[in-house]
């Protein structure tokens, strides 16, 4: 079978994403372009008709994300017309599920090379914006026991018994190493600075990084959400009738141990093995393995333990063949279940900080945090890496990349 | 003969005059649908004829569809049912919808006729659908009137178009208690809540309506939904002011039906669906919900139950026959405590006059006094007015005087639970009394047949268990000793028909029936407790069967030293036979720890100082360690569901339920078992007999012979038979 690697990867800063946000001037199709174009810029692909399309993870697809955003950034940007563009949709993963898709389809001998990743300006469209009928289609709402991720979070936290501290501590030290590493220049190698048009930049930095975060700082926020389980509408309840081994749901989550809402945009060069040799350029790694899988859609982000287990065991691996591990923050209590459950060492995972200090551009991140464990992996001279995400309605993506 | 009446006045308006023979209720079927609609068809047609009015020739409008409808349209298409009710359904929306649109021009809404619905009293169900369609509604000032649609309460939903009108009349907020809850209202608050448009004196019902039509305007007639440019108010489900609610509405829904009413889920998914799309599709929508919802077992059982069979029970379905009639004109009540002054109130209500005695003039007082609180909660509801309060008051005679009980037709005696207390009661009461009085006792544990002996005439004894509090709970078990006689049956039944409540008639056995079926539900919930099951499971299964209460919280409503006075009233009744359970030491332990439940603010459950539940005593985990292999969800339902199901299947088989109706009407209403299910017996012809079966004998294996299959229910598989197949009234008319 063909192999598929990784020629590079890029990233924006992830922009606070809010109105004061500093990426929210720029549109999502200009972050993606700026991301297209800096990454075939940087790999001096004279001639990008060699794409053979552009993988776009892109969650709210309505608005200036919507009508296909992937073909708008390609032709936005300065790639040659004639390279596609196609949106996908897995929500919080789409940006990994892109990657996965253009290196399967790598494998499968559909092309040389494509660029994937994703985008997300949730200043800009903000999450929900798109409706969705899981949500709202008392038959689907019902037949899925819907509750919100905040609520799933909590149930995570409450079923294994994450205490609030235990949550809060976790996004203290997830702060911790997002400053070390932005201090050491961890990131430097794949964050590209947001520029205007006429060259003059934008914004450099992951804005919502804070130094200093502490126990009892993030001690002093509410719960996000008590009232919408305990009162109105009273998702508790619904939780209760999925989990009845649960006596009550302890709401532990808050602004401070859950992902920041945030904008930014990712891209990843993806290729066979004669398409780097034609560009002169050397694979940074090999994609091994991909998986994806459906778990229950009400404690819905779990999803990274059983496509962990899915991918160690396609690939007839064990969890101890992994040297770094990158599972997305989406809340604290999502990365406690995952270390717990695998018992990985501390040490190994989200070595830099993660969405809880940096933000969780939906459709970007997953393709982010890719580039981020590839980074780490080269720096520490590690071998294998993986990046898990949980995933909305109940899902779970991972990616096992190996150094060449 | 003809249910509507029609006539043109000189102003050419028509009035169709609802009016069904030989009923005192309007109730609708088919073929008055199709009358109806013909009518319409006639009012259209005539150039002399302007516009319409709808109206009863009754005190009321209309009580609703008749139910038997259901069945008949399940017919209609031979052996396709759903298709029979679709078509059914759709019948009558084109009888609706030709009211509504009366004649107008589809495109430009004009050239229609108006017609207004006059509506004299109460109007339910149907009965206030087709008001929905009309173009005005007027009502009455009667404030006796119930206006709404309670279809939901008997596991349906308004499906003749009153789910799409009221979800495009009003906001999904307001709409909800009158869909979601059945509420309904006085023409007053109706026409508050937007339900109606205008409220007259009763005489000027007719010529109000008649005037409105003859000066209404094209524009006047033409619903909002049926002009462009419409909005459901409150926002469609995906415009941004209307996500949210049907997010909440789902949620809500979800958690408050635990899942089990299939009647809530298929309307909101109605409202939902159909507020996407213009009217017509949505009724069309509305009507595959409502052909879905009819199809679902669970709403044949609970119409069944909660209407057709509570309906017979109280027009007396099991009375005696040849028994004349035996209304109550003055009882006396024994004991001013709790439940005796609950049942002077509850018969003072409706007018009968009653004596209440007590030891004392204090606790007679006492009596009166808590007669009186109820009352004044009452007023503060404005369920009650003052004129009313002293009206019911004025009917309680509060005394110790016996010579007071002269005159008395029935006596209810409802003294402490004391063989000894109630033979001296009975014995001094019975001097005061003819011989033609009834004597009953309210008891809920003693066997009637053993304190009959204390009577001068154990064939004019009889049982009477009330449910506490009485005036809430609309159950009345009553409990016929060895040689209780007809006229005392006939006697409670009328009675318990006069003060408004639903009986049930059982033979006299431990604990009658509904206690009989009960408490081994609690028991099994504290054996499961015993076993190491994580209690908050044992509690959230229960209520995810439907059940009011876990078996926990019940324990503690119940308060754990009667638990425990029973246990040992078992113990030394049975003797040697009496087998222990796991659940008596748990028991024991908090009766000994002094945590007698609810009452004292400790038991299974902890309580704050204002006696709210704050959550699952932390001891009882301590106590009995939580095993780390927790059963499923399943099996902790079947053997919850199981305890109550098979006791009445045994109360059934050993003659203490001489019909099976009685026991589904008695568990839904004496306990709250499982409402959907429409009663023990519905539940198990739902799941079939060989399911039953099966799930009995896995328990069995299991943990014990109290889950042995009942011969009855072997042999209702064996045969591929059902319980209302075998023994319901229409079994047992064909066997007659």
């Given at each position: 079978?063909?192999?598929?690697?990784?020629?590079?990867?890029?990233?924006?800063?992830?922009?606070?994403g809010?109105?004061?946000g500093?990426?929210?001037?720029?549109?999502?199709?200009?972050l993606?372009?700026d991301?297209?174009?800096?990454?075939?810029?940087?790999?001096n692909?004279e001639?990008?008709?060699?794409?053979?399309?552009?993988?776009?993870?892109?969650?709210?697809?309505?608005?200036?994300?919507?009508?296909?955003?992937?073909?708008s950034?390609?032709l936005?940007?300065?790639?040659?017309?004639?390279?596609?563009?196609?949106?996908?949709?897995?929500f919080?993963?789409?940006?990994?599920?892109?990657?996965?898709?253009?290196?399967?389809?790598?494998?499968?001998?559909?092309?040389?090379?494509y660029?994937a990743?994703?985008v997300e300006?949730?200043?800009?469209?903000?999450?929900?914006?798109?409706?969705?009928?899981?949500?709202v289609?008392p038959?689907l709402a019902?037949?899925?026991?819907?509750?919100p991720?905040g609520?799933?979070?909590d149930i995570?936290?409450?079923?294994?018994?994450?205490?609030?501290d235990m949550?809060?501590?976790?996004?203290?030290?997830?702060?911790?190493?997002?400053?070390a590493?932005?201090a050491?220049g961890?990131?430097?190698?794949s964050r590209?600075?947001?520029?205007?048009?006429?060259g003059l930049?934008?914004?450099?930095?992951?804005?919502?990084?804070?130094?200093?975060?502490?126990?009892?700082?993030?001690?002093?926020?509410?719960?996000?959400?008590k009232?919408?389980?305990?009162?109105?509408p009273?998702?508790?309840a619904?939780a209760l009738?999925?989990?009845p081994?649960?006596?009550?749901?302890?709401?532990?989550?808050?602004?401070?141990?859950?992902?920041?809402?945030?904008?930014?945009?990712a891209?990843v060069?993806?290729?066979?093995?004669?398409?780097?040799?034609?560009n002169?350029l050397?694979p940074r790694?090999?994609?091994k393995?991909?998986?994806k899988?459906?778990?229950d859609p009400?404690?819905?982000?779990?999803?990274?333990?059983?496509?962990?287990?899915k991918?160690?065991?396609?690939?007839?691996?064990?969890?101890?063949?992994?040297?770094?591990?990158?599972?997305?923050?989406?809340?604290?209590s999502?990365?406690?279940?995952?270390?717990?459950?695998?018992?990985?060492?501390?040490?190994?995972?989200?070595v830099n900080?993660?969405a809880?200090?940096?933000?969780?551009?939906l459709?970007?991140?997953?393709?982010?945090?890719?580039?981020?464990?590839?980074?780490?992996?080269e720096?520490?001279?590690?071998?294998?890496?993986?990046?898990?995400?949980?995933?909305g309605?109940?899902?779970?993506?991972?990616?096992?990349?190996?150094r060449? | 003969m003809?249910?509507f009446?029609?006539?043109?006045?000189?102003?050419?308006?028509?009035?169709?005059?609802?009016?069904?023979?030989?009923?005192?209720?309007?109730?609708?079927?088919?073929?008055a649908?199709?009358?109806?609609?013909?009518?319409?068809?006639?009012?259209?047609?005539?150039?002399?004829?302007?516009?319409?009015?709808?109206?009863?020739?009754?005190?009321?409008?209309a009580?609703?569809?008749?139910l038997?409808?259901?069945?008949?349209?399940?017919?209609?298409?031979?052996?396709?049912?759903?298709?029979?009710?679709?078509?059914?359904i759709?019948g009558?929306?084109?009888?609706?919808r030709?009211?509504?649109?009366?004649?107008?021009d589809?495109?430009?809404n004009?050239g229609?006729?108006?017609?207004?619905?006059?509506?004299?009293?109460?109007?339910?169900g149907?009965?206030?659908?087709?008001?929905?369609?009309?173009?005005?509604?007027?009502?009455?000032?009667?404030?006796?009137?119930?206006?709404?649609?309670?279809?939901?309460?008997?596991g349906?939903?308004p499906g003749?178009?009153?789910?799409?009108r009221i979800?495009?009349?009003?906001?999904?907020m307001?709409?909800?208690p009158?869909?979601?809850?059945?509420?309904?209202?006085?023409?007053?608050?109706?026409?508050?809540?937007?339900?109606?448009?205008?409220?007259?004196?009763?005489?000027?019902?007719?010529?109000?309506?008649k005037e409105?039509?003859?000066?209404?305007?094209?524009?006047?007639?033409?619903?909002?939904w049926?002009?462009?440019?419409?909005?459901m108010?409150?926002g469609?489900?995906y415009?941004?002011?209307?996500?949210?609610?049907?997010?909440?509405?789902?949620?809500?829904?979800?958690?408050k039906?635990?899942?089990?009413?299939?009647?809530?889920?298929?309307?909101?998914?109605?409202?939902?669906?159909?507020?996407q799309?213009?009217f017509?599709?949505?009724?069309?929508?509305?009507?595959?919900?409502?052909?879905?919802?009819?199809?679902?077992?669970?709403?044949?059982?609970?119409i069944?139950?909660?209407?057709?069979?509570?309906?017979?029970l109280?027009?007396?379905?099991?009375?005696?026959?040849?028994?004349?009639?035996?209304?109550?004109?003055?009882?006396g009540?024994m004991?001013?405590?709790?439940?005796?002054a609950?049942?002077?109130f509850?018969?003072?209500?409706?007018?009968?006059?009653?004596?209440?005695?007590?030891?004392?003039?204090?606790a007679?007082?006492?009596?009166?006094?808590?007669?009186?609180?109820?009352l004044?909660q009452?007023?503060?509801?404005?369920?009650?007015?003052?004129?009313?309060?002293?009206?019911?008051?004025?009917?309680?005679?509060?005394?110790p005087?016996?010579?007071?009980?002269?005159?008395?037709?029935?006596?209810?005696?409802?003294?402490?639970?004391?063989?000894?207390?109630?033979?001296?009661?009975?014995k001094?009461?019975?001097?005061q009394?003819?011989?033609s009085?009834?004597?009953?006792t309210?008891?809920?544990?003693?066997?009637?047949?053993?304190l009959?002996?204390?009577?001068?005439?154990?064939?004019?004894?009889?049982?009477?268990?009330?449910?506490?509090?009485?005036?809430?709970?609309n159950l009345?078990?009553?409990?016929?000793?060895?040689?209780t006689?007809?006229?005392?049956?006939?006697?409670?039944?009328d009675?318990?028909?006069?003060?408004?409540?639903t009986p049930?008639?059982?033979?006299?056995?431990?604990?009658?029936?509904?206690?009989?079926?009960?408490?081994?539900?609690?028991n099994e919930?504290?054996?499961m407790?015993?076993?190491?099951v994580e209690?908050?499971?044992?509690?959230?299964?229960?209520?995810?069967?439907?059940?009011?209460?876990?078996?926990?919280q019940l324990?503690?409503?119940?308060?754990?030293?009667l638990?425990?006075?029973?246990?040992?009233?078992?113990?030394?009744?049975?003797?040697?036979?009496?087998?222990?359970?796991?659940?008596e030491?748990?028991?024991f332990?908090?009766?000994?720890?002094?945590?007698m439940?609810?009452?004292?603010?400790?038991?299974?459950?902890?309580?704050?100082?204002?006696?709210?539940r704050?959550?699952i005593?932390?001891g009882?985990?301590?106590?009995?360690?939580?095993?780390?292999?927790?059963?499923?969800?399943?099996?902790?339902?079947h053997?919850?569901?199981?305890?109550?199901?098979?006791?009445a299947?045994?109360?059934?088989?050993?003659?203490v339920?001489?019909?099976i109706?009685?026991?589904?009407?008695?568990?839904?209403l004496?306990?709250?078992?499982m409402?959907?299910s429409?009663?023990p017996?519905?539940?198990?012809?739902?799941?079939?007999?060989?399911?039953?079966?099966?799930?009995?004998?896995d328990?069995t294996?299991?943990?014990?012979?109290?889950f042995?299959?009942?011969?009855?229910?072997r042999?209702?598989?064996?045969?591929?038979?059902?319980?209302?197949?075998?023994?319901?009234?229409?079994?047992?008319?064909?066997?007659?």
């Open positions: 079978m063909t192999e598929a690697y990784i020629y590079d990867a890029i990233r924006t800063p992830r922009g606070k809010k109105k004061d500093a990426l929210h001037e720029v549109t999502a199709v200009k993606s372009a991301v297209l174009n800096g990454i075939a810029d940087r790999n692909l001639d990008t008709s060699q794409i053979e399309d552009v993988i776009w993870g892109n969650v709210t697809q309505v608005g200036e994300q919507g009508a296909c955003l992937a073909r950034a390609v936005y940007s300065d790639l040659d017309e004639r390279v596609p563009g196609v949106s996908v949709n897995r919080c993963a789409s940006g990994l599920e892109a990657v996965n898709m253009a290196a399967n389809q790598v494998r499968g001998g559909a092309g040389n090379a660029i990743g994703g300006s949730m200043s800009r469209v903000p999450m929900g914006m798109d409706g969705g009928a899981i949500a289609d038959y019902m037949k899925a026991y819907f509750v991720q609520i799933s979070s995570i936290a409450t079923k294994y018994g994450f205490s609030r949550c809060d501590e976790y996004a203290v030290e997830s702060h911790r190493r997002a400053v590493a932005t050491a961890h990131f430097d190698k590209v600075a947001v520029n205007d048009q006429n930049e934008i914004s450099r930095v992951d804005e919502q990084i804070r130094e200093g975060t502490n126990m009892q700082g993030l001690g002093s926020l509410n719960p996000s959400f009232a919408m389980g305990e009162v109105m009273g998702f508790d619904v009738m999925k989990y081994e649960l006596e009550r749901i302890n709401h532990v989550h808050h602004a401070g141990n859950s992902s920041a809402i945030s904008d930014g945009a891209a060069l993806i290729g066979n093995k004669e398409f780097g040799e034609a002169g050397k790694a090999r994609i393995s991909t998986a899988i459906g778990t009400t404690i819905m982000l779990t999803g990274p333990v059983p496509v962990t287990e991918i160690l065991a396609q690939t007839g691996m064990n969890i101890n063949d992994i040297d770094l591990f990158e599972v997305n923050e989406a809340f604290a999502v990365v406690l279940r995952f270390q717990t459950y695998f018992n990985v060492d501390r040490d190994k995972l989200n900080g993660g809880i200090a940096m933000g969780h551009p459709g970007a991140t997953g393709a982010m945090i890719l580039g981020t464990l590839l980074d780490e992996m720096r520490d001279d590690k071998e294998t890496g993986l990046a898990t995400l949980c995933i309605s109940g899902m779970g993506a991972a990616t096992i990349i190996e060449v | 003809a249910d009446q029609y006539d043109v006045d000189a102003d050419g308006i028509a009035t169709i005059t609802w009016d069904v023979p030989n009923k005192s209720m309007n109730v609708l079927n088919i073929e649908s199709q009358e109806l609609e013909a009518l319409v068809d006639k009012v259209l047609a005539d150039d002399a004829v302007k516009g319409a009015v709808i109206t009863s020739g009754k005190a009321d409008f009580g609703g569809m008749d038997n409808v259901i069945a008949k349209m399940k017919e209609m298409a031979g052996d396709n049912p759903a298709k029979g009710l679709f078509d059914g759709m009558f929306h084109q009888m609706t030709k009211i509504e649109r009366a004649g107008m589809a495109k430009t004009k229609g006729k108006p017609i207004a619905a006059a509506l004299p009293g109460t109007a339910l149907i009965g206030f659908e087709i008001p929905l369609a009309c173009h005005r509604i007027f009502a009455a000032d009667n404030p006796k009137a119930k206006i709404g649609l309670p279809e939901i309460l008997v349906i939903f003749a178009g009153g789910t799409t979800s495009r009349k009003l906001d999904m307001t709409g909800s009158v869909l979601m809850n059945g509420k309904l209202s006085d023409p007053q608050a109706a026409k508050r809540l937007g339900l109606i448009d205008e409220v007259v004196p009763a005489d000027e019902l007719l010529s109000s309506a409105w039509v003859k000066n209404a305007t094209d524009a006047d007639i033409v619903k909002p049926d002009q462009k440019g419409f909005k108010p409150g469609a489900p415009h941004p002011a209307g996500f949210m609610n049907y997010v909440g509405a789902s949620a809500m829904i979800h958690g039906t635990q899942g089990v009413y299939p009647a809530a889920r298929a309307m909101l998914s109605a409202i939902y669906e159909g507020a799309v213009p017509d599709t949505a009724i069309k929508i509305e009507a595959r919900w409502f052909t879905n919802v009819l199809m679902n077992p669970s709403s044949s059982a609970m069944k139950t909660i209407f057709t069979n509570k309906t017979a109280e027009k007396g379905a099991v009375r005696p026959e040849g028994v004349a009639d035996m209304s109550v004109k003055k009882v009540v004991g001013a405590g709790m439940m005796g609950g049942i002077a509850v018969s003072a209500k409706v007018g009968i006059d009653v004596v209440l005695v007590d030891r004392d003039q204090e007679c007082d006492r009596g009166l006094a808590s007669v009186t609180d109820i004044d009452g007023i503060k509801r404005k369920k009650v007015t003052e004129e009313k309060k002293a009206e019911i008051l004025s009917h309680i005679n509060a005394t005087d016996y010579d007071a009980l002269k005159g008395c037709d029935l006596i209810v005696e409802a003294v402490f639970e004391d063989p000894a207390i109630k033979a001296t009661v009975t001094a009461v019975e001097e009394l003819e011989p009085a009834i004597f009953a309210n008891t809920s544990t003693l066997p009637i047949t053993e009959a002996k204390a009577s001068r005439d154990d064939t004019r004894f009889i049982g009477i268990h009330f449910f506490s509090p009485v005036h809430k709970m009345v078990e009553i409990i016929k000793g060895a040689n006689g007809p006229e005392a049956v006939a006697k409670a039944l009675f318990v028909r006069q003060i408004k409540k049930i008639v059982v033979n006299d056995e431990r604990f009658f029936y509904a206690n009989r079926c009960i408490l081994p539900y609690v919930g504290i054996t407790l015993a076993e190491g209690p908050a499971l044992i509690e959230n299964a229960a209520k995810l069967l439907g059940m009011p209460l876990g078996p926990l324990a503690d409503e119940v308060s754990i030293d638990s425990v006075k029973i246990v040992k009233a078992t113990q030394a009744a049975l003797g040697d036979d009496y087998k222990g359970t796991n659940a030491e748990i028991l332990k908090l009766f000994d720890e002094d945590r439940g609810r009452k004292n603010g400790a038991g299974f459950y902890a309580y704050d100082e204002k006696g709210k704050t959550g005593w932390e009882l985990r301590e106590n009995w360690p939580v095993s780390d292999e927790q059963p499923d969800l399943a099996q902790v339902q053997r919850l569901a199981m305890q109550q199901v098979l006791e299947v045994r109360s059934f088989e050993d003659g339920l001489e019909d109706r009685e026991g589904d009407v008695g568990a839904i004496g306990w709250g078992f409402p959907w429409g009663g017996f519905s539940w198990l012809d739902i799941i079939g007999a060989d399911k039953a079966v099966e799930i009995c004998d328990l294996e299991k943990f014990g012979e109290r042995t299959t009942p011969a009855l229910l042999e209702l598989s064996k045969n591929g038979e059902t319980f209302y197949g075998r023994f319901g009234p229409e079994a047992k008319a064909d066997a007659a």
